[in-house]
């Protein structure tokens, strides 16, 4: 693997081993969807990540993480990604690693104080609270219904979310909602009046997070739960859209290498028609096609890392890495299904997970119909001034 530096490649063994030999033993099909059960393996895995010296790669050093760039974290996102517990244990996952990088931008000292550096300690847990059911916010976030009124100092937010990872055992959400001066961010404890859990969504996915539906009925904050600037909300959200797009992208690498280590083992120990699986050509087509994928989508990667770290604009690249990653990863996870047979279509091979998990990736984040068309449009734009 293509590593910058020997620190870099020490923290990558190590968090290898820690994966290796904390993590993937403790994986267990039965905890999908129990999110109360995951919450208390995680709890366990994240103090020994703490003992390691693995924990919080992308949290800031001064916030108790290890404050790694993007290009380092690509790397070591890489090989959390290996087991679907992985990332949780290293306090890498989302929406809380995001989340942190955005308040860390945006908070004033007394919301630093209440809820980044006790987020980032890993004491408590956040959420960003964005999408809302028909008609409301999808793709097109301009459909954002949701609404804050200001009234007597306070503001007061009625509308509905959903799908919003991490809410079931969240402490505070981000909730964009609309006022009359534009969208804005602000921050609710999840105990507030008004402030409603509706449901978890039985979903596809089931280890990321819980994904809820989320209610606000003349829910009151204060002026001091304003995230940024009122009427910034969209602007503000960029700050963690990009990030949040990479490192999926970085975490979900190491989801399908794990899927190709799986079939790499058995069709080198299965044989039939008298020779081992891997010695036929078609599956051998297989094999190779998964690396080339990985390889390029590791590439793309590295090089959107490289260009954020440099504070670089990724529009384009961003979107053009998370297309082709999201695609070829359950291009990558497929193929390890199909190449190990009933197998992997069994829990025993736990390629069933990885194919469930890796699913979603093309639709959030931006789905990639969305990306594509945001893509196109950009590399037209030139044309279409020349003819003014
Ligand atoms: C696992 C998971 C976790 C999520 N976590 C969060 C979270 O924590 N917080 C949050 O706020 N949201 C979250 N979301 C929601 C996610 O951001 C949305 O699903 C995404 O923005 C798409 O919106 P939508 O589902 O309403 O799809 P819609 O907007 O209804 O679009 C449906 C489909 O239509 C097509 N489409 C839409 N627009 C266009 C277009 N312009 N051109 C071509 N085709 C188009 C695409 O194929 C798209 O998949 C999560 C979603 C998933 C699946």
Redo the contacts with the bound molecule.
């Keep these: 693997m293509n590593t910058p530096n020997s620190t870099l490649e020490t923290l990558r063994l190590r968090t290898r081993a820690f994966i290796d030999d904390e993590v993937i033993p403790r994986e267990d099909v039965s905890l999908a969807h129990d999110f109360a059960a995951q919450d208390r393996l995680i709890q366990v895995l994240r103090q020994k990540a703490r003992e390691t010296g693995v924990r919080g790669p992308g949290i800031p050093r001064e916030l108790g993480g290890l404050g790694l760039s993007f290009r380092g974290r690509a790397v070591i996102l890489e090989e959390s990604g290996r087991s679907v517990l992985g990332p949780h244990a290293l306090q890498a996952g989302?929406?809380d690693e995001t989340n942190i990088l955005m308040l860390d931008r945006l908070c004033t000292s007394a919301q630093r104080m209440r809820y980044l550096e006790p987020l980032a300690a890993g004491q408590t847990r956040s959420?960003?609270?964005?999408?809302?059911?028909?008609p409301?916010?999808?793709?097109?976030?301009a459909?954002l219904q949701t609404r804050a009124v200001r009234r007597n100092g306070t503001w007061i937010i009625d509308g509905r979310?959903?799908?919003?990872?991490?809410?079931l055992r969240a402490d505070f959400a981000i909730v964009?909602a609309q006022t009359d001066s534009g969208p804005t961010m602000f921050i609710v404890d999840t105990d507030t009046p008004g402030y409603r859990m509706v449901r978890v969504i039985d979903?596809?996915?089931g280890f990321?997070?819980s994904?809820c539906e989320l209610s606000f009925e003349s829910c009151m904050v204060r002026d001091d739960a304003v995230l940024g600037q009122v009427g910034d909300g969209f602007a503000h959200a960029q700050l963690r859209l990009e990030p949040a797009r990479l490192t999926h992208c970085m975490r979900f690498i190491g989801m399908a290498r794990r899927a190709l280590e799986i079939a790499e083992r058995y069709v080198s120990g299965r044989e039939s028609f008298g020779k081992p699986l891997g010695q036929h050509q078609n599956v051998q087509t297989l094999i190779a096609d998964s690396h080339i994928d990985l390889y390029a989508a590791r590439m793309m990667t590295f090089d959107v890392a490289t260009r954020m770290d440099a504070g670089l604009s990724v529009k384009q690249e961003s979107s053009m890495a998370k297309v082709f990653v999201s695609e070829a990863v359950g291009r990558v996870v497929d193929r390890a299904v199909q190449m190990t047979g009933a197998f992997g279509i069994s829990s025993d091979s736990g390629l069933s997970a990885l194919y469930r998990e890796v699913r979603?990736?093309?639709?959030?984040?931006?789905?990639?119909?969305?990306h594509?068309?945001a893509i196109a449009q950009r590399a037209l734009k030139p044309y279409a001034q020349s003819q003014d």
């Design positions: 989302p929406p959420c960003f609270a964005m999408t809302e059911p028909p409301g916010a999808g793709s097109d976030p459909m979310k959903w799908f919003i990872s991490g809410a964009m979903a596809l996915d990321i997070s994904h979603p990736f093309r639709i959030f984040d931006g789905a990639s119909e969305v594509r068309s």
